[in-house]
Every structure is written in C-alpha cells, then in structure tokens.
C-alpha cells in the first residue's frame, strides 16, 4: 500500500475537481498531510473521498455525511456508524418514495390538464 496521493492522482482516480478535495478538507472531512503547500494524501483519506462521494451518489448532505464519519472514529465506533447509516438510509428510502408519490401525482396532474385541453379544442372544432 502507498503512502501518500497526490491532489492530482486522487483527482483523476475519482474525477472531481481539485476544489473538490479542497472543500472535503475545508469542512473538516479530510485531513491530508501539508508539506509546505502540497497536499499528501494517505490510504484513509483516498478511503474517506470514496465513502463521501458514495454518500453524495446516495443523496447524504455533507453534514450527513460528517455525523457518519465522525460517528466511526468516536465511540461507539463502527456499530454506532453502521446502525446510524442504516437509519440515515431508511430516511433517504423514505424521501424517494414521498417524491415518487409526488411525481406520479404531478404527471397524473398534467394529463388531466392535456386531456382537457385536447376536449375543449374538439369542442371549438380545431384538430391537433
């Protein structure tokens, strides 16, 4: 295993952007090594940038995202973390199931509307 990435190596392996990892170490998520003005980054914080950018593909804001990094390296440690993450996903679940509802309601909306739309243009004599 290495040790130490560049801001360069990580940027490319994950495809985000240098101020990308520059805003995960601003809000405290990673803590890369400084050397002068170059960042080194260890094995744990390439680990941190692949769950927090699991967590933003799964819909977790960045404070969520550090309440279950934080909850790994305090007591209760991992359990903590995992019961925490399996809530946190529940809630997300949760969430997408309500704008799923919202959605089929709104396209239910919508051809309502068309439908009445294309009746009153009969009514006028107008084809569409």
Not at 5 to 10: H, K
Not at 50 to 75: C, D, H, T, V
Request: charged letters at 40%; one cysteine or more; glycine letters at 6%.
């Amino acid at each position: 295993m290495r040790e130490y990435y560049s801001i360069t190596e990580l940027t490319r392996e994950f495809d985000i952007s240098t101020r990308t990892l520059r805003f995960y170490e601003d809000e405290g998520l990673i803590q890369p090594v400084r050397r002068g003005r170059t960042r080194l980054f260890r094995p744990s914080d390439r680990h941190l940038i692949r769950q927090i950018l699991r967590g933003k593909r799964l819909g977790f804001s960045i404070n969520e995202i550090r309440e279950i990094i934080q909850m790994y390296k305090a007591p209760p440690g991992e359990v903590g973390q995992l019961k925490l993450m399996i809530k946190r996903i529940e809630e997300k679940r949760e969430d997408l199931r309500q704008k799923r509802r919202d959605l089929e309601e709104t396209l239910a909306e919508l051809d309502q509307a068309e439908e009445s739309c294309v009746e009153r243009l009969v009514e006028l004599g107008v084809t569409t």
